[in-house]
């Protein structure tokens, strides 16, 4: 077909004009084949300079647009969107970049031109290698899964349930609540749970929206943002698995504790009246705190950090939740002695001292410590340890509990494998970016809400969740269309030999194995075009809409000539 | 009667003094010719643009590492040469490169191609050690007297094409006495004459001697039947077949130096055809073992039928063979049965179409009857 | 070497007689449905790899040819590439085939779930071109050499082949260093046990003289190796030496075809991307004033090279195949010695040993995080 | 609000980082945004940093992003040095008066050549860069700001003072500079309102055995975070006043704390992260950290924490400290565990408390909402939402609900958008 290329140079008021001899480039360029017209305007991204752009368009009856202005990343989406009001595909379409990458960068303007002209040839060059792509649109399912019944997963399905989105939360034990059920109150404001989580599951079981799924997991989730098959299963008969077709999954699936007995030194296991933090929980909800011999404790040790070492991190809800251990102490032994063992007291936020500072006024005592091992002695356990000043110390104690550090639950990996997302070296699911998207993941569609992704405490989790459903809400609207990304990879199916060099970096997930083919496949639907794979491909297989090898070559050869 | 230029320069030196001209002259941008390219002298194809560079150049020496016309079909293949450019291609390169022009693997335009009488090639791999220089005074001196001389390519020795078709310019050299006293060029086109018409040399009206070429004809004929029965006797149905392929190792190397197979991915290369596991059963079931990497013989027979109508014969893949398989010589004489069927020389006039993708009305008709 | 488990068997008439009755033993028991093993060809002047089902055919089987036509991982990959069927199957390589069944398995190539691999101790290979000039003469000439195990005729590459012993695959026949009439059969798998076991043949048997003799034969092979590298080295390194060296190739990629590790089916250098325009063409070849045409033979070997030297396992079959007798087996076998050495890596050492270009280890980035601190 | 129809506008109030989230993810939804910002650029605190922790990625690669987006988003009206008046109505149906203050440069002409700056004869002290720097009457208050549109600051231009200058009008070739530009009043009808007005820094100089102010080389964290940014006032190399670069430096965590009653549970890693920054531009210099209890919870701080202390610094842990003049050079007293001892240093730099913005409270009576006892705005109820404010309809996020990271902030923003879109 005839090609006829308009090339429009933006003076950008005095930054290019004044740094680039426009007319040397505008003669250097006009010469060029399929060149149809070379003109120059004052400011191109203007009101006015869009409509000048959008009447040559169709006077000249151009079929290629080359823009030499400013950094694709200010106005690229501008002049695509003028090309489509002009009723040009908006990929016949290149933008040169002769202000940041010539105008700014030196003072010399003969140097400034010349390479201005050879980013405008090379424009040229590759957009006469542009092929029109056209965006497509997909249908979305509005409806969300939730894995994991906890407080964070019963947040999410309340928020984002409604009469055109059904919410399908799927509990692995045989009711909700998660960890949080076990407790008696929360620390702040020492309000009790129970109100919290029977409010939530009230909620949920009037709430028509929401399937809940108990004693189930799930067993496969294929697909993509929009489009997910799920399989979920009963955990422990054989039954049939019943198949549900949802457009975004949120994992809330929880964490569990360090196992002390990794940390001999804490006697965990080895003496009585050593117990977890989980097991004081549940013994103090009972009603009942009392020693192995029936007898109640007068005096209890609280030893935080346990297993922070080996783990690496702070979990961040020890130190509070140890406090709130010494009020249920307090309350229900009343001249119990309390003593807890820190390193460093993490009591971040507008709250957290106050309830401190509250708590030492009931005379706990604090004593920051290090080195702590434990023996028995008769009936009761010796904690020794090194005071700030290092000197050994002694106490005795009749009950001790231990903060352990908060760890991945252990199916986590498995549902990492199932769903493709990655996880960080502590074994917690990894956001897509730890400042701007908290809780999304790389795979689309995917988002990972409370301690899941890493030890929080309760209204933190309740944030995230709430955050999923913002992020859902927002962008997975009943009726609204998906519009994936457009310049996707390609692979042929004839040169493909199968070496899966291209699963490996696939940061997306976007490509799958055809078994029988023995070929890789992208779902470009998935694909968001960042081109791991045509790098990867030894034997250029792959390949990349819009980034097609003789775009760039001719790019590059006409830059270079 | 066409027009002549003679120069009294030996051939050697007459058709480097015509190129260095054609340079100069900016004539052509660029020669296409073989040439020394190493300290230990290895001969390829070079395109050459500076005149000092002819030096090395060999236009005529007797060897053919890589079939020209699949060069020039490369060089023209994404795009015609914008600039004129003049290649010196032998008679079956021509022929392969318009074979290939009939299939859009590439065009003539701004391409002024000189050829010669064609004495014919040593086998690649007389350059491999070192013996093709020894053997030149020899060949040379067949060449004067239209011989065949022994050490040929057995394609070369029963080829009946050394007279190229379409050449803007004929370079008179095999059977002509004189070649190391003067230089004798046909220009047999219009673009031919344009090249050559301001070149300081006496031009006249010259008629390829007609005679002397049949003589060196029939000499090549007789050659040619004793190819004929010798490769005959091995090739008797399918157990000569096997008897014959049965070496080959499966690396399409004849596939890949052929100037006429241009697929970007041939067909035996392609997923269609790979034997699945239930595949390899059902051969077991039925004859209890198979070859693997399975479909040797049949890769051979598929390619005759691809480009059996369109061999022009170079030998190529005979030289290619690592395991010293005939493979030219069977696909020449399957190759010429097949021409002979619908009277069709390959690479004659680009004009002409392959037989196999026409289709003519009245050829219905025959079916008909 | 480590620990490996083996017996000792009789084999009165010869390794030959000896491997072909285990097989027949083996599919009478049901072990094995069918046997990929070289056998002649009805012309008598090569031998190919069959996949052989019918017993009377087995017969003709022919283990340890004199030849190595087609690469034995190439036959391997062939039948499992599309999956592993349902027949059991038993394939009777060199060692140096095993190590590249192994890597192929690992690129995707290969299914070996059914399939058990049985190398034998290897002598070497004759050069295709030597063998078909004379085939019988030479066929007797190669068992002599088997005999003293002399490597004069052999490839190149196998003269100074240090893993001809290697055990990579499920059983391995030993001869080296066994009393007369006898062999050894040495198990590196589950797979190789439980066929040791359902031929009961006791595995646990003294392998002490095999390890040492198979010890001393690998060490002097190393020296000569590493001799024949470093002489080799000093003529081709150095872009000069290497275009110069590369000057005779035309192209024609039959080192690639007939390479067991070069999988891809269409190669980056046979691809668009090297088909290029007259014009530039044209102007590349203004800037030098003549340019080979085509250009970048060089390019094309350094690029092999780059892609597949991680994966190579110095058969030499490439050196065979070049119609240009290049000694590109003995330059690719050297590259890869060191490319190996730089990642302590042995192609086809292992099944369960990713290939250190293809697998990313999440310390890697760390190591370079560290390194531009 | 069942007869009136719900308002579908959203009002969001400051246009730092998670004012910026906010507005982006709603408009995502279809939503038209209200975004108002009291100061002149977008970004808030976040573009003051180099770089932030954990991957010490650098700020304004993560946040100009962001910005480029909001200033091309159709759905979203910017309101520059705008300030909400006055708020009438409930949830699904407010009135929201809004006064922008005059910018004298049209927004749509100038295309940020600062060609005006020059030729200004004002020159004073630039708040952006705590006053380590200079700026004109007509300024943009640091390079890359966005949007990249200069401001005319009406208290120190000699022409608002009566003078006839029109020095910056004459030097713009685009006409973008109109002194009868007036203040505007703006009214918008919007059914929720996010505010995410942001923190200020607890002023040091009244915590008096600081000695800040009194002491030249005693700096507070955000003065060495524009001392150390790349656009700041020294290009990003560390000088004291005196030009000369420190060979020691103290950097003392909990300012504050004891006068404010909590823990900021930031100052412990970006302390940590000024390592970085001292040991990225004078490599053999000694540093010391003074803490009372290291908080650095997360999977990842833990990890950086171990990584700073590979560089040597030493980790100091006080009871009390003062900072005071021994003869010419600056002294650090510190008393750890009861023994006192004292540490010449050339540099100090203080990480304060964060506090509410300063005009937090009469933010708070125009909205009606209540405040909690630090000043911060109140969440009705943490374990139901930390984002709703006491009125219905009205979200606090970000530093003005309470002291915290990039990453609260930013879920708090989307969280409080999942509670707008879940209104209606």
Known sequence: MERKIGVYICECGPNISEKIDIDKVIDAVSPIEDVAVVEKFKLLCSADGKKFLEEQIKKNS???????????????????????????????????????????????????????IRLVKAAIGRVKYHSSLEKKEIDSIPDVLVIGGGIAGMEASLQLASKQRNVYLVEKTSDLGGLVKNYEKTFLGMKPISDIIDEKTKKIDSNGNIKVFKDSEVEEAIGFFGNFEIKIKRTNEESEPVEINVGAIVLATGSALFNPDKTPEYGYGKFENVITSLEFEKMNLSGKILLKNNKTPNSVATIHCVGREERGYCSEICCMYSLKFARYLKEKLPNVKVSNFYSDLCIPGK????????????????????????????????????????????????????????????????????????????????????KLNPISTSTEGIYIVGCAKGPKNISDTIVQAEAASGNILSSLIPGKKLEPEVKTSQISESFCIGCKTCLTVCSYGAITFDETKKISVVNEVICRGCGNCVAACPSGAASIKHFKFNQLYQEIKEAVK | MTKALKLNKSAEEGILEFLKYLLESGKVKGVFTLKRISKNSAIAYSLITNPDELKDAVPFYPLMPVNAGKLMSRFTLKEGAKKPVAAILKPCELRGFIELIKREQGTLDNLYIISSICGGVFPSRTEVDRSAEKKLPKYWESVKKGEISPDLRSVCKACEEFIPYTADITFDLLGNNDIDKHSIFYLNTKKGEDLAKDMKGDFSEKEFDRKKLEKINEKRQAEKKKLYDEIGKKMNGIDGLVEIFGRCIGCHGCSKVCPICYCKLCEFESPDSEYSPSNYETELRKRGGIKVPPGTIYFHLGRLTHIGISCVACGQCNDVCPVDIPVADIFKKVGESIQKMFDYVPGKDVEEEIPLVSFKQEEFAEIEE | MNELKGGIIPSKTGIRETIIDLIEKSVDKGIFDAVIIPMKVPS?????YVLVKDKKLLKDGFPLAPTMLVQGAKAVSSVTRLGKGNMKIAAIIRPCEARATVELAKLGQADLDNVTIISIDCPGVLPTSDFLEDPDKYL????????????????????????????????????????????????????????????????????????????????????????????????????????????????CHNCMRVCPVCICRLCYFDSDKVKHTAEDYLTRAESKGSMRFLPDTTLFQMGRMMHMSISCVSCGNCEDACSMDIPVGQIFSMIADETQALFDYVSGRSLDEPIPLVAYKKEELHQMEDAND | MKEKEQKKDVLVIGAGIAGIEASLLLSKADRKVHLVEKTSYTGGA???????????ECSTCMVAPRQQELLQDNNINLITLGN????????????????????????????????????????????????????????????????????????????????????????????????????????????????????????????????????????????????????????????????????????????????????????????????????????????SEFYTDLCIPGKSHQKFYEKMKETKVDMIRFNEIEVAKQGKDTVVKYSTKGKKNTLPVDMVILAPAIEPKNDASELAKTLGISKDDYGFFKEENPYVSSVISSKPGIFIVGCAQGAKNIQDSVSQANAAVGKVLSLS
């Not at chain 4, 200004?120 to 630039?126: M, T, Y």
């Not at chain 4, 200079?134 to 300024?139: D, M, N, S, T």
């Not at chain 4, 208290?155 to 009868?180: P, V």
């Open chain 4, 84 to 287: 909400v008046e006055d708020v009438k109505g409930s949830v699904g149906d407010f009135t929201v008066k809004i006064h922008k203050k005059a910018r004298y440069v049209d927004m749509v002409n100038c295309i940020g050549c600062n060609a005006c700056f020059e030729p200004c004869p004002v020159s004073l002290k630039n708040e952006f860069e705590e006053g380590l720097s200079e700026r004109k009457a007509i300024y943009v208050p640091c390079a890359g700001a966005l949007p990249n549109v200069p401001m005319i600051d009406t208290d120190n231009c000699l022409r608002f003072k009566g003078k006839k200058c029109t020095a910056c009008q004459e030097a713009c070739m685009f006409e973008a500079i109109d002194y009868n530009q007036k203040d505007e009043k703006i009214e918008i009808k919007v059914g929720a309102i996010v505010v995410a007005s942001g923190y200020s820094l607890i002023d040091t100089k009244p915590l008096s055995k600081f000695s800040y102010g009194k002491i030249d080389n005693v700096y507070t964290s955000m003065e060495f975070e524009r001392l150390y940014a790349s656009n700041g006032p020294t290009e990003g190399n560390i000088v004291l006043r005196d030009g000369k670069n420190p060979k020691s430096v103290a950097i003392i965590h909990c300012v504050g704390r004891e006068e404010k009653g909590y823990c900021s549970s930031v100052c412990c890693m970006y302390s940590l992260k000024f390592n970085h920054y001292l040991k990225s531009k004078i490599p053999d210099i000694k540093i």
């Open chain 3, 44 to 48: 008598g002047d090569s031998f190919v």
């Open chain 1, 62 to 116: 151009l079929t290629h647009l080359v823009v030499a202005a400013c950094s694709p990343k200010d106005h690229e989406k501008t002049f695509m969107m003028v090309c489509e009001n002009a009723e040009l595909n908006p990929y016949l379409f290149q933008l040169a970049n002769i202000r940041e990458q010539c105008a700014w960068i030196t003072e010399d303007k003969e140097e400034a031109t010349k390479k201005a």
């Open chain 3, 140 to 251: 007797k000439k190669f068992d002599d050499a088997y005999k003293n195990w002399d490597d004069k005729i052999m490839r190149p590459v196998c003269q100074i082949c240090d893993k001809s012993s290697m055990v990579t695959g499920d059983l391995h026949i030993g001869t080296l260093g066994a009393k007369k009439d006898t062999c050894f059969i040495i198990s590196n798998s589950e797979k190789g046990d439980s066929v040791a076991e359902k031929l009961d043949i006791n595995l646990n048997q003294n392998l002490d003289s095999w390890n040492s003799k198979v010890k001393a034969i690998s060490e002097e092979k190393k020296k000569k190796r590493i001799k024949a590298h470093k002489e080799l080295k000093s003529t081709v390194s150095g872009l000069d030496n290497l275009v110069e060296t590369f000057s005779q190739c035309i192209n």
């Open chain 4, 46 to 56: 976040t573009i003051k940093f180099e770089e932030v922790f954990s991957n010490m």
């Open chain 1, 351 to 434: 709250t957290d001292q106050k309830f401190f500072n509250q708590t030492k006024e009931k005379n706990v005592g604090f004593i920051r410590s290090s080195n702590i091992k434990l023996t028995k002695k008769g009936e009761q356990l010796n904690i020794e340890y090194d005071d700030e000043n290092k000197n050994k110390q002694n106490l005795l104690v009749d009950m001790i509990i231990l903060s352990p550090a908060m760890v991945p639950n252990d199916d986590a990996t498995k549902i990492a494998e199932m769903t493709g997302v990655s996880q960080d070296d502590e074994g917690f699911f990894a956001e897509e970016h730890e």
